[in-house]
């Protein structure tokens, strides 16, 4: 499911920028607070054989590290223990957390390399507290009148924008909440001059969009500029039997083991061919399958089958016309059908920039290879008995290929010239 979002996240910034807009991406990551504390305590119990707290990460992920501690992490863990065992932000867990999770993030951001999916920032939560910005937003919240002392606790007045009931940003142990973190991360991002938000969340986020918008609109940008985009999980099917997830009980699918098993390019298919807000069935089998029922390996297909036959035109020694001519006179041809789907791609792109929903490209993509397909079947296209109706379709073939591979190029996907 977290593979889901980068892959949307993906899509999306390719469709923006090709419709125009300046994308930058930016990957937000947790190193600080009470899920790097269950991280490091989780660490450390497998390194001393203690069982897991049952709120604990497990799995073989968690074991990898607990046996991977570097010798000087190890001995600042040591110290940590000996020397700030009461201090949370600075004992031996700590230490141990922020490594583990520093660590889990070299590994999605190399998983996510292989995927083709690259980040141009990649934001540390805690770098939030480190420069100022959480507390600078508290105080800019604060002087505006948004917040209030309430129980030993600082409460944000959500309930002023509609929201069912005030938020808490800081606890009365005085540490702050994960919203705390998300308001500084908003006001941050609009300081550095971007003029829409666009967040990619897993559908377990629901709870918290209408407080992140509420905190935006309370430190003076509107709502429509801060969009959540919530991906719903996965349900991984092999041989019709759900296979089982659970990030903490550490029984789930790696992004790693799903590329070597699938493959990059069907893994960027199945994951954009729906609307982000719809859960999916991924079945691996049909994922793999090398026949016309694996929709990628249908538009791939089709695209060298394209290629194949521009290089026999050549060797042949056909020419290409400039234009395809007369082949949209007869409306119901296999020529005319092709030739208008090949020119709806901007229309696409514009409609799927425009709406934020990306799985447009691959109904596009499908439709194009399905178009073409008739063409292929009804149309003599090397025909050297007849060069001026030859040339034309070569034409519309090479338009074909290039709106075909552009499409693909957007998901994220291979356009091989010969399969």
Request: proline fraction near 2%; glycine fraction near 8%.
């Amino acid at each position: 499911g977290n593979a889901r979002g980068a892959f949307v996240g993906d899509l999306l910034s390719r469709v923006l920028e090709a419709a125009g807009q300046e994308v930058t991406r930016e990957y937000y990551f947790n190193d600080f607070g009470e899920q790097v504390r269950r991280l490091g305590e989780s660490v450390i119990a497998l390194r001393d054989g203690i069982q897991v707290a049952e709120d604990g990460y497990k799995g073989d992920y968690v074991g990898e590290l607990a046996t991977a501690i570097p010798a000087d992490v190890a001995a600042r863990a040591a110290e940590a223990r000996e020397a700030h065992s009461a201090d949370p932000d600075r004992d031996e867990v700590a230490v141990i957390g922020k490594w583990a999770s520093e660590r889990i993030r070299i590994g999605i951001q190399s998983s996510l390399a292989a995927l083709g999916v690259e980040f141009d920032v990649w934001r540390s939560e805690g770098s939030l507290y480190t420069e100022g910005h959480v507390e600078r937003t508290i105080e800019k919240l604060r002087a505006a009148g948004w917040l209030e002392e309430r129980d030993g606790a600082l409460w944000f007045k959500s309930t002023a924008f509609g929201d069912d009931k005030d938020r808490v940003v800081k606890k009365s142990t005085g540490a702050y909440t994960y919203f705390g973190s998300d308001i500084g991360y908003v006001e941050e991002k609009f300081n550095r001059g971007f003029d829409h938000l666009v967040y990619v969340w897993g559908a377990d986020h629901h709870g918290t969009v209408a407080r992140v918008r509420n905190a935006g609109e309370a430190l003076g940008y509107q709502k429509e500029h801060m969009e959540m985009l919530l991906v719903a999980w996965v349900r991984f099917v092999r041989d019709g039997v759900e296979m089982s997830m659970s990030k903490r009980a550490g029984t789930f699918v790696t992004l790693d083991e799903l590329l070597e098993e699938i493959g990059v390019d069907s893994a960027r298919w199945y994951f954009a061919s729906r609307s982000a807000s719809t859960a999916i069935d991924f079945d691996i089998k049909a994922a793999t399958a090398r026949n016309n029922e694996n929709p990628v390996y249908y538009a791939q297909y089709a695209h060298a089958r394209m290629q194949s036959i521009l290089r026999k035109a050549a060797t042949e020694g056909l020419a290409t016309a400039p234009a395809i001519g007369d082949l949209l006179d007869n409306e119901t041809s296999a020529d005319a059908v092709l030739a208008r789907v090949v020119v709806r791609l901007p229309e696409v792109v514009e409609d799927a920039a425009a709406h934020h929903e990306t799985q447009g490209v691959t109904t596009y993509a499908t439709e194009l290879a399905t178009a073409f397909s008739a063409f292929y079947r009804d149309a003599k296209v090397v025909d050297s008995s007849a060069p001026e109706l030859s040339a034309k379709r070569l034409r519309l073939v090479q338009a074909a290929a290039t709106s075909l591979a552009a499409s693909l190029r957007l998901l994220g996907i291979s356009a091989p010239a010969e399969m």
